[in-house]
């Protein structure tokens, strides 16, 4: 029987216990901060990259990994004879799930490469259940059917206390109907179809809170398989939200310092919620 092996980017954001447990690969990217280029592996350390964000004269820039990294990485994956599975972080966020395909086609490895359509812990579920049924033994069909039945049953949301990092990034384009001069307003969007597409804005904590009060309401009618949430800056309103949330869940919620490629475009005082719904 072929083996299989999972790889994805340091755009996910995950447990490196399990990354460890399930023999993922996590090729990373780079962020340049003030002309010094960074491994995002580097910058795992809880608080690091927001210090170093912070006290930079420029917003950083984040970088793909090179397609000559992704060759090099599936080539060496496949010397036992494995099969490769690479999932990736949107490519409407980041140009690697293309640098990826590039790799596979110059390696001599057997790479399936996808888009994952999210990114962060939405981009886990998707890898761990990949993982999961790789160790089991399930061939790349069987995995791959899985793998979109959880992206179908998955929901992004994100919430923003600035829209600057998104408007110098350039990421403010992907953001429909919000006017790029409305800087200071906080902002919850939704990831749908590869577009940030906002539901709720306004000024003040209860934009937040009113945003919660919808989630959790429509919850009691759906069948809640886990639910991630992750946060750039203080940890306090994601921990606020996993006490609301954990009811509606059996599996424990993980909460989680989202990495630099995400807090590069989020800024400070940012989370996204992400949910799996059962099929």
């Known amino acids: 029987m072929t083996k299989i092996k999972i790889v994805t980017d340091s755009s996910v954001t ?5 990354v460890k447990q399930l023999d993922i690969t996590v090729v990373p990217l780079s962020v340049m901060i003030d002309n010094v280029v960074y491994s995002d592996a580097d910058l795992k350390e809880e608080g690091k990259f927001l210090q170093l964000m912070q006290a930079s004269k420029n917003l950083p820039k984040t970088s793909q990994p090179p397609v000559g990294v992704f060759a090099e990485v599936f080539e060496d ?6 099969q490769i599975l690479a999932i990736h972080m949107s490519h409407a966020l980041s140009g690697t799930v293309e640098a990826a395909r590039q790799g596979a086609s110059l390696s001599t490895a057997d790479v399936t490469v ?3 359509s999210f990114t962060d812990q939405a981009l886990k579920f998707q890898v761990v259940e990949a993982a999961k049924l790789a160790q089991e033994g399930k061939d790349m069909e069987e995995i791959l059917s899985h793998v979109e039945e959880v992206k179908n049953h998955t929901e992004l949301y994100i919430g923003v206390s600035t829209l600057e990092n998104l408007v110098k990034g350039g990421r403010i384009g992907r953001v429909t109907g919000l006017l790029s001069s409305l800087l ?3 902002v919850v969007m939704q990831m749908k179809d590869h577009e940030l597409q906002p539901i709720v804005k306004g000024r003040g904590a209860k934009t937040f809170k009113k945003w919660l009060d919808e989630l959790t ?3 009691t009618e759906r069948s809640v398989a886990e639910i991630g949430i992750s946060y750039s800056g203080s940890a ?3 921990k ?4 609301s949330l954990q009811a509606y869940v059996e599996k424990p919620i993980s909460v989680l310092e989202t990495g630099s490629i ?3 475009h989020t800024g400070e005082n940012a989370w996204a919620v992400l949910v799996r719904y059962h099929s």
Not at 14 to 18: Q, V
Not at 77 to 82: H, Q
Not at 240 to 243: A, G, N, P, R
Request: glycine share 4%; charged share 35%.
């Open 217 to 219: 309401s429509s919850l």
């Open 236 to 238: 306090d309103w994601a």
């Open 14 to 18: 995950i447990e490196p216990e399990l």
């Open 240 to 243: 606020e939200m996993k006490e």
């Open 262 to 264: 995400i807090q590069t």
């Open 114 to 116: 996808i888009d994952s």
């Open 184 to 186: 200071n307003i906080r």
């Open 77 to 82: 994956l496949c010397k036992d004879g494995s």
